[in-house]
């Protein structure tokens, strides 16, 4: 399948995709609140990990490398922008070891050694490969991703430095993982979808420099995803220690 030029890339800022992001934002903040409840008992154990609150989890995770693939797309469509691909690529892994470390210290017996951010960074690693790719191949490919695990997992991948691959059969602790298999998954999607929207024009109907000012304020979280990310935990759990120290 071919796709029209991108017509989108640094026109300016694609609002919806910025509200996508708030949105996704929102999700990550009001499942993490419930996550520190159950951690300071204020609901009952495995309120986290169950039911509706396990499935935003991951609704919100697979969201986050969605809008990461339909990023990688709109800033590379037109050819790999190496300088910036490598600026991106070190802010995100110097982030997610701020996440690693930060937790170590939290959590030593279940920190994040591979969670959304260290999936995001390998993902947009792999993504390039794929760029050029048919669409229909992207999406074939997240496919067979998604459903790996099904049929590639196995004892060989067991050891600590396949963990990021999500094959092992072994459980394992940590409070936050997303590994390639199956979360690559959602990613290429994103891509895919990103293709399929520049083919139909759609990002030049939704690409405008002067968005709405409501437009603007909806989508000023999500401009500044990264950093939201990486403070809004430490703050949800001071206010939930706070309360629970008023509350004794």
Sequence with gaps: MTHAPI??????RIPALDIARTLA???MAVFHFTFDLEMFGHVPFGTATTGFWRALAVGTAGSFLFLAGVGLWLA???GIRWTAFLRRF???V?????VSIGTYLAFPHAFVFFGILHSIALCSLLGL???RLPVVVIAALAVAVFY???FLSGPMF???YWWWSGLQTIPLSTVDYEPIFPWFAPFLAGIAASKLASHFGIWARVTTQTPTRAARLAGLPGRHSLLIYLIHQPILIGIVWSATQLLR
């Excluded at 017509?7 to 300016?12: S, T």
């Excluded at 110097?94 to 701020?98: C, D, H, K, P, R």
Aim: hydrophobic share 60%; glycine share 6%.
């Design 129 to 131: 490969a794929v760029l």
């Design 90 to 92: 070190a802010v995100i």
């Design 25 to 27: 934002l929102i999700a």
């Design 76 to 78: 590379h469509a037109n």
């Design 7 to 12: 017509d989108a890339r640094a026109k300016g």
């Design 94 to 98: 110097g982030a997610a070891a701020l």
């Design 158 to 160: 067991n050891a600590p």
């Design 148 to 150: 790996a695990p099904n």
